[in-house]
């Protein structure tokens, strides 16, 4: 019924099409009085707009009802949900759950894939959480890890006990529509780049990704999940790494964006910008209408690139490890 075209519809005074996935508060007449409606937006025009409530019904309120609009936040997720959206982003061979504690190992796809994500309660005291994790860690040769959340209370205890902390990094997010738009405008005298998008990662894609290191498994790692594409601007030449690619997994109504890589020689050309727009159009087709990505809080360049294309800080976690673990 409503739909957002790729012009940014100004709504009710407070919204834009820029707005669709973002938590909004919505005042609008009905035939009792006026009342309040708290969703994320689902989509907008002229003629009205439809709310998305937390038990997945959609509200639809006309524009002549609209009393006052306003974003409220990125989405009705708080950090931990996302964190277990983008846990489920890429798939590990082996796992566990301690409580509400998810204990994951994949070989070759570095702490992303193995390390703890303390999603609520373990159901134990902390330390003997500690010490379930440190022993299922060790029993795999792996240094027991925890991605902690920053500021959280699992955050602020291991650094009372000690615990090694690694750089942190930034989970950013952006509606896709605002995405869309920005990613619409192209630099003057800039050719846009063809941008192949596949289910399974080529060789080109595997040869640029971390340098073409990753192992046959973390690969197939990569590949395993329900929804999703492989973005690569070839090099046109056989057998030689990709200029550029990126990676993206749909899980309604969220898309994760994640291994944006550019040949170190190609670097501000525009290729991440045409990689993201590949990868943020095929996501739209599936649904997706909100975005993250994780990003190390220091790259200044990916900041001002995905601050470019709408992303703003979710939320920041990191690695912690106790000393001499192995």
């Known amino acids: 019924m409503l739909g957002v075209s790729g012009v940014s519809v100004i709504f009710g005074g407070g919204l834009t099409s820029d707005d669709v996935g973002a938590r909004v508060s919505v005042r609008r007449r009905a035939s009792d009085g006026v009342g309040d409606v708290i969703g994320d937006l689902h989509s907008l025009d002229a003629d009205g707009l439809a709310i998305r409530l937390s038990d997945g ?107 090694t902390a690694a750089p942190q990094r930034s989970v950013q997010t952006a509606t896709v529509a605002s995405m869309r738009r920005r990613l619409d405008v192209v630099r003057p005298g800039f050719a846009v780049p063809l941008t192949q998008l596949a289910s399974q990662p080529s060789a080109g894609w595997l040869g640029r990704y971390r340098n073409g290191t990753i192992l046959p498994t973390a690969a197939a790692a990569l590949a395993d999940a329900p929804d ?50 590949a990868l943020v159009e095929w996501a739209a087709g599936r649904g997706a209408t909100r975005g993250y990505l994780e990003v190390m809080a220091d790259n200044q360049p990916a900041l001002a690139l995905y601050a470019s294309l709408g992303f703003t800080e979710h939320h920041r976690y990191t690695y912690r490890s106790p000393a001499g673990a192995l």
């Not at 570095?110 to 379930?132: F, M």
């Not at 090099?235 to 994640?258: K, N, Y």
């Open 228 to 277: 999703v594409a492989f973005a690569m601007i070839e090099s046109g030449d056989d057998g030689v790494a990709a200029i550029a690619i990126g990676r993206a997994v749909v899980e309604q109504p969220w898309v994760g964006f994640a291994a944006i890589e550019v040949d170190p020689g190609s670097r501000r050309r525009g290729y991440s910008r045409a990689v993201m727009a």
């Open 57 to 163: 019904s959609l509200v639809v309120v006309a524009a002549a009802s609209l009393v006052a609009a306003r974003v409220v936040g990125p989405s009705r997720l708080s950090a931990r949900e996302l964190e277990a959206v983008s846990g489920r982003a890429v798939r590990v061979s082996d796992e566990k759950w301690l409580g509400r504690w998810w204990l994951r190992a994949g070989g070759g796809l570095g702490a992303r894939a193995n390390s703890v994500r303390p999603l609520g309660d373990p159901g134990v005291p902390l330390d003997a959480a500690l010490e379930t994790v440190g022993a299922w860690y060790r029993q795999r040769g792996l240094m027991p890890t925890v991605r902690v959340i920053t500021g959280s209370q699992v955050d602020e205890e291991l650094d009372q006990r000690g615990w």
